[in-house]
T-cell receptor
Framework: AQKITQTQPGMFVQEKEAVTLDCTYD???????LFWYKQPSSGEMIFLIY??????QNATEGRYSLNFQKARKSANLVISASQLGDSAMYFC?????????????FGTGTRLQVFP | DVKVTQSSRYLVKRTGEKVFLECVQD?????MFWYRQDPGLGLRLIYF???????EKGDIPEGYSVSREKKERFSLILESASTNQTSMYLC??????????????FGQGTRLTVV
């Protein structure tokens, strides 16, 4: 069954340091996509980065990169040079690519707090 | 500017009432989703739809139903609201095709309180 696990309820990082948020997933579908979203205290869901199961390279978007280890079924988000504005909830999500299984499921999230 | 709009930001309903949460998207997306978000539990999928009049149960469909009569609109229905349905409800839409630039877009959420 499709499943996403985020084992870190909360993380602290000092400004300008890098931080890794963990995400592991489980699926039997060879075609899938992995997403990371940020939810600040305002409540909006902001898309950060996408990784496809067949992508050869790890995805990067500015200060965000995805450490994709397919054999270990992990898709960790790396935020470089943390900023105070990065304090938020972060959710990992997965979607399977097979026909009629367009479920998009989320993990329980990690609350990141950046301190000066 | 792409947009997913939920009809209410805050709702207070009484136990036993029938409650409708409406969601409209203007991106011509095939997929639409309803989630509830509770502290420590993340976003849990209630129902999703991949086409007009098509629906699939998510992980927690009990006590809910949905309706999708038009492509742009996806309604969540609480047949008889109960206090344990007090939560934040999020609607999202995405293209049917999966790949780069096919992320889901979310509405602003509806905070429902059942008293």
């Amino acid at each position: 069954a499709q499943k996403i696990t985020q084992t870190q309820p909360g993380m602290f990082v000092q400004e300008k340091e890098a931080v890794t948020l963990d995400c592991t997933y489980d699926t039997s579908d060879p075609s899938y996509g992995l997403f990371w979203y940020k939810q600040p205290s305002s409540g909006e869901m902001i898309f950060l980065i996408y990784q496809g199961s067949y992508d050869q390279q790890n995805a990067t978007e500015g200060r965000y990169s995805l450490n994709f280890q397919k054999a270990r079924k992990s898709a960790n988000l790396v935020i470089s040079a943390s900023q105070l504005g990065d304090s938020a909830m972060y959710f990992c999500a997965m979607r399977e690519g097979s026909h009629n299984t367009d479920k998009l499921i989320f993990g329980t999230g990690t609350r990141l707090q950046v301190f000066p | 500017d792409v947009k997913v709009t939920q009809s209410s930001r805050y709702l207070v309903k009484r136990t036993g009432e029938k409650v409708f949460l409406e969601c409209v998207q203007d991106m011509d997306h095939e997929n639409m989703f309803w989630y509830r978000q509770d502290p420590g539990l993340g976003l849990r999928l209630i129902y999703f739809s991949y086409d007009v009049k098509m629906k699939e149960k998510g992980d927690i469909p009990e006590g809910y139903s949905v309706s999708r009569e038009k492509k742009e609109r996806f309604s969540l229905i609480l047949e008889s609201a109960s206090t344990n349905q007090t939560s934040m409800y999020l609607c999202a839409s995405s293209p049917r095709f999966m790949g780069a630039n096919t992320e889901a877009f979310f509405g602003q959420g509806t905070r429902l309180t059942v008293v």
